[in-house]
C-alpha cells in the first residue's frame, strides 16, 4: 500500500513566519501534489511536481513555494505566513503514466497562523 | 482549463436507501474520472474510477457512470450504511496530464 505521510497534523505558527510543510511518499512516485481544503471550497491545488528539481504552479500558488530535491520529498514553504493561510492542507502522490492515475493522499496538516 | 461541478452539495439518507452524487466536466479531452471519499480527520482515499473507453463500473455497493456525450459521471452507492458517511470528491484529468481537477465535494450523511 501506497503510504504518504505529512510531518505534522497540526502547526501553530506567527504571522510573518517562515514556515515548511513536508511530505514523504514511499511508493517512488513521479507525481507530488500541494493542495489546500477549505469548507465549501474543495482541493484547490498550490504546487505540483513531476520529477526531482521540476515544480508547475497550480491553481492558488501566490504566497507558497516548493522544493523536491529528493523523489520521496516535497516540501511545501510559506515564505511569510499570513493569517489567509490557515487551512488544511493535504500531499498527494501518484505514478507518472500515458493515462489517468488516481492520488494518494495523506492525512493532512491542520495549519493555524495567528 | 478544465472546470468540474459537483451536486449536491450535501445529501442525506436513511440506512438502506441509495445515494447518488453527480459530476459535470467541461474539457472533452479528459478520459479519467476517479472518486474519493474523505472521513473525518483523514486524506480522501480512492474508492473507484472510471475512464472514457468504459461507460460503467460497479464494486459491491458503489457504481459509476460515465456519459461522454453530455460530459458528466455520477456515483451510486447502494443500500447505504452509516460508514458511508463523508465527503466525497470527484475529479476529472486527462492524458499523462498528471493533476486532476477537482469538484466541491459532497458531504453525504447516512441516518441510522
Known amino acids: 500500500d501506497v503510504k504518504v505521510t505529512q510531518s505534522s497534523r497540526y502547526l501553530v505558527k506567527r504571522t510573518g513566519e517562515k514556515v515548511f510543510l513536508e511530505c514523504v511518499q514511499d511508493?517512488?512516485?513521479?507525481?507530488m501534489f500541494w493542495y489546500r481544503q477549505d469548507p465549501g471550497l474543495g482541493l484547490r491545488l498550490i504546487y505540483f511536481?513531476?520529477?526531482?528539481?521540476?515544480?508547475e504552479k497550480g491553481d492558488i500558488p501566490e504566497g507558497y513555494s516548493v522544493s523536491r530535491e529528493k523523489k520521496e520529498r516535497f516540501s511545501l514553504i510559506l515564505e511569510s505566513a499570513s493569517t489567509n493561510q490557515t487551512s488544511m492542507y493535504l500531499c498527494?502522490?501518484?505514478?507518472?503514466?500515458?493515462?489517468?492515475?488516481?492520488?494518494?493522499f495523506g492525512d493532512g496538516t491542520r495549519l493555524s497562523i495567528l | 482549463g478544465e472546470n468540474v461541478e459537483q451536486h449536491p452539495s450535501t445529501l442525506s439518507v436513511q440506512e438502506g436507501d441509495s445515494a447518488v452524487i453527480k459530476c459535470t466536466y467541461s474539457?472533452?479531452?479528459?478520459?479519467?474520472f476517479p472518486w474519493y471519499k474523505q472521513e473525518l480527520g483523514k486524506g480522501p482515499q480512492l474508492i473507484i474510477d472510471?475512464?472514457?473507453?468504459?461507460g460503467e463500473k460497479k464494486d459491491q455497493r458503489i457504481a459509476v457512470t460515465l456519459n461522454k456525450t453530455a460530459k458528466h459521471f455520477s456515483l451510486h452507492i447502494t443500500e447505504t450504511q452509516p460508514e458511508d458517511s463523508a465527503v466525497y470528491f470527484c475529479?476529472?484529468?486527462?492524458?499523462?496530464?498528471?493533476?486532476?481537477?477537482f469538484g466541491d465535494g459532497t458531504t453525504l450523511t447516512v441516518k441510522p
Open positions: 511536481s513531476y520529477d526531482v528539481k521540476m515544480k
Open positions: 472510471i475512464r472514457s473507453n468504459v
Open positions: 475529479a476529472a484529468s486527462k492524458n499523462n496530464a498528471g493533476k486532476s481537477t
Open positions: 474539457d472533452s479531452a479528459s478520459n479519467y
Open positions: 498527494a502522490s501518484s505514478l507518472y503514466g500515458v493515462a489517468g492515475q488516481p492520488q494518494h
Open positions: 511508493m517512488d512516485h513521479e507525481n
